[in-house]
């Protein structure tokens, strides 16, 4: 039953004017509060709206922990303002109020998502169906991946967790614990067609986190980011064993010669189009390098801890990371024909430190006079990076993934993708066709 | 056109600036996180020493004591990594390990003095 | 941030005000279920199309479809049927239903809900087995109500927002509607005119096609359910735009809301389910007070019996402390009760009530609008180039909706907007028709007009007085002589808000928003207590003391109005139709 008594509070709250600008300060108000434990903090910031101060600002739509708008700092620890009841904080103490860390003010307490979406649109947050089913599949509630995933799908995105997180400030590029949360839920599920590409992209971000629980401790819907980053990284590591020998089975499906004539052009007519699930087995293997540089660079460090030098590992670092350009013969340019598009496989060795791969990467040629004026574009999608092909029907590339559809020009005409196909470079040597791999 | 153009969003706050009862999160698996980086530069620095400076009982004192919680930290990390511990028992993989690596300490520093 | 990019703004320079243009080809209000579905839908069967979605909060974050706790109820059984799923409709919305609309509802909910799962990534609990589960809910013949936890919408929301972001859908956040644009006809909706809530700004958006989708909401009540964010724009908006709205005396109260004096929580829902597994309910003198309404079934009655036995109770003096009755689940052993109603125990424990060994005050809460604007199964209303779906739509439920039909009424009718807009895009001209002239800068000077005002009357205070005036004279029980009386005091409260000021700068004025919800609240105060006037007789959720009996014999009809040119509105009743299934037919059905 209700047990608080009646007070009053010291309530200090930051504020921000957009039309006056500066830094902000805090504001102090003296509110009378009946009975606490009845009492939330987002109660708090509506009465002293309607009672005290009507210009203040902050956000809220459910009130029922439902929704993630009411994120804010409450006496120095994230939380939702929803959840949150003033006789939680002894009587004698003040209330002080504060913006989440690490997003743009708008007004007072309202801060602007769009840092946090943009990072969750970047760990392709979305279900891609692996293929296209009528009936929701069977899947045991007591499966391994069900038991793995559990209620982490809970998340209502209230950002409180990335705005506890130190690392999400200090790396930039951090994708920060919700959009890795997020990412883990669907590296779980068996349904989901985009294990690839979401591999490749929290792949940089989860040795970010330093186990630091932040994230952990103020979720609202009490889940464990940090759990979920570890699982990724368990994953991980399986990862470079998992590509090889996805690569070798694809080799044997699309019987493509062993690469050791390095740079062999062949036209083909119609590329396999394996959808998203497939379309990363041609591009450069980001997964691997990123384990060999890490292991490198950790043993390097480890060796250099040893003659005492940390200094040393500073100089080994960068020089692993330098970007070559590689110019892969294509063919002679003869064999393209004018006015069309031609689809030639470009076979090339790549090179990382003592590490050598064979690569396939598809591009498209578009010939447009007699006089070799040529583009060359890149086939992978801008959207997300599946494999794009050109429809001789429709005049357009065509990505299968989303429907994006590029013009001739490389424009894109429907579909998600942001900008126009990637022209790659070339030059012309003795009626030879180069095109510039850059790794 | 942006939606910034007309009005000035403030830039983010990073740590509660200006907040007068600022109080860090006092989360404990920071701390231990810190706390392993501090005792890192801690053995950097008294590594070389320790073999410039040989038999002196403080710096083996203190060399010993970080090397511990270093070594402890670490365990718990590589615990929580490889999931051989719920990550549920984060806070007390703190303090067992410490604790533990302290008795252990103490027992070597009892035996080779 | 991000926002404008993608869209093309215009900047029309030489106005006064600060303010905006853009043209899209489809554009839709409101971002819960049905509001994401038509833009998922319209996407998929067209990616060449330009969709705009503006919703009043952040990205998925609005709305009552993320609120959603029990579930869907949807037909995947063998041993269950449409036929029953239909029959179960009509008879809880007591005949008066759109019975095509009904019909629509069911049967597209298979394949609608299916697809939740296969196409958007939704993970609906399972059966040990692997399959769907389906639980009960009251009302229905089978158990077929499908739910993740006690959190569904959650689950739904969070997944279709998702693929919103996947398709690259312009959403703007934080940008409301306050109005429709017209032709000078006044027969074609022209577009929307937006206000930007975080600039302060307002944005003229013209469209080719437009889908009002903002969820309803009876806002305008002292308890409600839905989040404060909503406060039935949509209807306001649509009415004001002339379109004929249908049934709006239908407002469903649920019967146990969460009473937390002071609190804006209060009128948050515990779920039905408490009830149907036996929970009991007490009035202020501490007695069982159910089984002098419904002795049969006592607690166990259907939701409009036990809200209307809880106000009655109220009314008559018999509430206790917190002003409401009290609702005890601990005979049932609080084991059972936290092991089955975790997230309730949890609303509970935050206010320092402990649901599974103590009674809980709880009062009835208005929580869904069953009326709205007529449509038909392809969402079109009786103006060109509008579309209506969710719950702004009225006609599916009748007079009662049945727990589990609303969220699927989005879905479904937000899949239908979709394909039908898609469809509609391909016939007609992509070019939006050109808006009556002067209507914009008349509009932008009604809603800017209290900032010129220095009288002071404030928004909160007249707001409280109508959400007062709506529950004791038009809401669970409603007689002729106080409705007469609401109409007086809702016209006065009108006049006051003519003198309401607003203090601050433009951006994000909070003020001003809350300003603008009352003045749409007015609006549809308006709507319900004349429908309710002239409906003399009690069906479903509409209960009238002084006709305490439901009477085939004159209340087989449905009200239809439209704003006359008094500003108030005009009512015209049509018997119902028939389509499907006779009265008889659902007079008998037993379940
Ligand atoms: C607490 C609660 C529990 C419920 N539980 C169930 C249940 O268990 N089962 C069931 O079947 N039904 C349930 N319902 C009913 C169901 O949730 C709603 O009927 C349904 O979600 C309505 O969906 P919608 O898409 O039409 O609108 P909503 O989901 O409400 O979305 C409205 C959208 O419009 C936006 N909006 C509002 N005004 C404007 C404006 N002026 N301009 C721009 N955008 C605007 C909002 O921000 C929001 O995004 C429940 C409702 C509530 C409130
Ligand atoms: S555990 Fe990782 S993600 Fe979570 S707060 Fe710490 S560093 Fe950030
Ligand atoms: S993981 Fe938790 S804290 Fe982070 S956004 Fe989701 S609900 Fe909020
Ligand atoms: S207002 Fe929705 S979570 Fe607090
Ligand atoms: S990857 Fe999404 S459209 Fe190409």
Redesign the interface.
């Known amino acids: 039953m209700s047990t608080g008594q009646e007070n009053i509070r010291k309530v ?1 709250m ?1 504020r ?1 004017d ?2 006056e ?6 504001d102090t108000f003296d509110l009378q509060i009946k009975d606490e434990s009845n009492t939330t903090i987002l109660d708090v910031l509506i009465r002293i709206q309607k009672e005290q101060d009507a210009t203040l600002a902050f956000r809220y739509a459910c009130r029922v922990n439902m929704c993630g708008s009411c994120g804010m ?1 409450i ?4 939380g939702l303002a929803c959840k949150t009841n003033v006789s939680e904080f002894a009587t004698n103490e ?1 209330i ?1 109020i ?9 007004k007072d307490l309202v ?2 998502m769009d ?1 946090f979406f943009k990072n969750y649109e970047e760990c392709l947050p979305f279900f891609e169906p692996k293929e296209i089913v009528e009936e929701p599949a069977i899947i045991r509630p007591d499966s391994p991946e069900r038991q793995a995933i559990g209620l982490a799908t809970e998340c209502i995105a209230c950002g409180c967790c990335v705005s ?1 997180c ?1 690392m999400a ?1 200090y790396h930039e590029g951090y994708a920060g614990p919700a959009p890795l949360n997020r990412a883990f839920t669907l590296l779980n599920d068996s349904r989901d067609g985009l294990f690839t590409e979401r591999m490749d992209r929290v792949l940089q971000s989860c040795y970010n986190c ?5 994230c ?3 979720c609202p819907k009490e889940i ?1 980011s ?2 979920a980053i ?2 990724i ?2 994953m991980a590591m399986k990862e470079p064993f998992r590509k090889i020998e996805e690569e070798k089975a694809a080799a044997e499906i699309e019987n493509v010669e062993p690469a050791t004539v390095i740079g062999k052009a062949e036209p083909v007519i119609s590329m396999s189009n394996n959808g998203c699930v497939g379309c990363t087995h041609n591009q450069p293997d980001v997964g691997r390098r990123d384990f060999l540089t890490k292991m490198t660079l950790g043993i390097g460090a480890a060796t250099a ?1 040893m003659v ?1 030098g ?1 200094m040393a590992s500073a100089f080994v670092g960068p020089s692993m990371r330098k970007k070559e350009t590689l110019w892969v013969p294509a063919g002679k340019m003869d064999d393209l024909q004018v006015g069309k598009v031609t689809t030639l496989n470009l076979n090339y060795t790549e090179t990382i430190g003592i590490y050598k791969q064979d690569n396939v990467k598809p591009v498209m040629v578009w010939c447009q006079s007699n006089d070799k004026n040529i583009v060359v574009y890149d086939s992978r999608c801008t959207h997300l990076g599946c494999a794009v092909r050109w429809d001789k029907t429709q005049n357009s590339f065509l990505c299968a993934c989303h429907g994006g559809k590029f013009a001739l020009d490389g424009s894109v005409i429907a579909g998600p993708p942001p900008r126009p196909l990637d022209h790659m470079e070339y030059k012309i040597d003795n009626g030879n066709l180069l095109i510039a791999m850059v790794s | ?4 153009d ?22 404990v ?2 701390w ?2 810190m706390w392993q980086r501090i005792t890192a530069v801690a053995i ?1 620095v008294l ?2 020493l320790h ?1 410039v400076l040989t038999y002196k009982p403080w710096l083996q004192f203190l060399l010993l004591l970080a090397v511990t919680f270093h070594a402890t930290l670490g365990l718990r ?1 590589i615990l ?4 051989l511990v719920k ?2 028992y ?1 806070k007390a993989l703190i303090w067992g390990l410490t604790g533990l690596g302290l008795v252990v300490f103490a027992l070597v520093w009892w035996l080779i003095r | ?5 993608k869209v093309n ?1 215009i ?1 029309n320079q030489g106005e006064p005000m ?1 303010q ?1 243009k853009f043209t899209t080809d489809i554009l839709i209000i409101g971002m819960g279920a049905a509001g994401q579905l038509a833009a998922l839908y319209a996407y998929d069967a067209n990616p060449e199309l330009n969709i705009t979605i503006v919703t009043k909060a952040l990205k998925g974050k609005g709305g009552c479809s993320r609120m959603v706790q029990g579930g869907l109820n949807v037909v995947l059984n063998e041993a269950d049927s449409h036929e029953k799923h239909l029959m179960d409709t009509l008879k809880g919305g007591q005949y008066v239903n759109n019975q095509d609309l009904a019909k629509t509802l069911v049967e597209q909910a298979t394949p609608t809900i299916k697809e939740m799962e296969t196409r958007f990534g939704c993970f609906f609990d399972r059966n040990p087995d692997g399959t769907i589960h389906q639980k009960p809910f009251a009302g229905q013949s089978f158990d077929r109500t499908v739910h993740k936890g006690d959190l569904t919408g959650i689950e739904m929301i969070s997944r279709t927002t998702e693929q919103v972001m996947k398709r690259n859908i312009t959403v703007l956040e934080e940008c409301r509607a306050v109005d429709l644009l017209l032709d000078s006809s006044g027969q074609e909706v022209t577009g929307a005119l937006l206000l ?1 809530i ?2 302060g ?1 307002f944005i003229v958006a013209e469209a080719s096609a437009t889908l009002v989708a903002t969820g309803g909401g009876p806002t305008q009540y002292r308890f409600h359910a839905p989040g404060p964010e909503k406060s039935v724009d949509g209807l306001g908006m649509l009415y004001r735009a002339g379109v004929v709205m249908r049934d709006m005396e239908m407002i469903q109260f649920h019967p146990t809301g969460l009473i937390i004096p002071g609190s804006v929580v209060a009128g948050s829902l515990l779920e039905e389910g408490l009830r149907g597994a036996g929970a009991y309910l007490y009035n202020g003198e501490g007695k069982r007070y159910m089984k002098n309404y419904a002795p049969d079934v006592a607690e166990r009655a259907t939701r409009d019996v036990v809200s209307r036995s809880a106000f009655l109770e109220m009314l008559a003096g018999r509430e206790c402390e917190e002003g409401g009755v009290r609702i005890d689940a601990s005979h049932l052993g609080s084991e059972f009760v936290l092991k089955n109603f975790p997230g309730m125990c949890n609303r509970c424990r935050q206010f320092g009530y402990d649901l599974s060994r103590e009674p809980v005050p709880v009062s009835p809460t208005a929580h869904f609008v069953m009326g709205g604007a007529d449509i038909d199964r392809d969402c079109h209303t009786s103006i060109e180039r509008l579309f209506v779906a969710g719950e702004d739509a009225g006609g599916v439920h009748g007079g009662n909706r049945l727990g589990g039909n609303g969220i699927c009424e989005s879905t479904v009718y937000g899949r239908q907007a979709g394909k039908s807009l898609a469809r509609y895009m391909e016939k007609n001209k992509r070019q939006p028709a050109e808006t009556a002239k002067g209507m914009v800068e008349e509009l932008i000077e009604k809603h800017t007009r209290p900032f010129d005002n220095n009288k002071g009357e404030d928004a909160f205070k007249l707001r409280a007085e109508l959400q007062e005036c709506n529950w004791i004279k038009v809401g669970v029980v409603r007689n002729g002589s106080d409705m007469e009386e609401a109409v007086r005091e809702i016209a006065t409260i009108r006049g006051a808000a003519t003198d309401i000021g607003l203090t601050g700068g433009r ?1 994000y004025n909070m003020l001003w928003n809350t300003y603008i919800d009352f003045m749409n609240m007015l609006d549809v105060s308006d709507m319900v207590v004349a429908s309710a006037l002239a409906r003399n007789e009690s069906r479903a959720a509409h209960y009238r003391s002084d006709f305490p009996e439901q009477n085939d014999d004159i209340g087989l009809f449905n009200s239809f109005m439209v704003r006359g040119d008094d500003g108030l509105p005009e009512i015209s009743s049509k018997p119902v139709e028939f389509t499907y299934k006779t009265v008889e037919e659902c007079r008998n059905y037993k379940k």
């Open positions: 200090e930051y921000y957009p039309t600008g500066g830094d902000g300060h805090f700092v006496n120095g620890r994230e003040r002080t504060r913006p989440l860390n690490h997003f743009p003010v708008i801060v602007d840092p506890s130190t400030n330093r186990t630091e629980f932040n952990t401790e103020v464990s940090t759990r570890k699982f990284q368990r801890l005492g940390v | 056109m942006k939606q910034e007309t009005i000035n969003y403030r830039k983010p706050l990073q740590w509660g600036e200006f907040d007068p009862n600022r109080r860090r999160n006092m989360f698996g920071m231990a996180w950097i590594l070389p073999i990390v929580l990594d490889f999931d990550v549920e984060q | 941030m991000l926002l404008y990019s703004l900047f600060t905006e930007d975080r600039q700004r951006p």
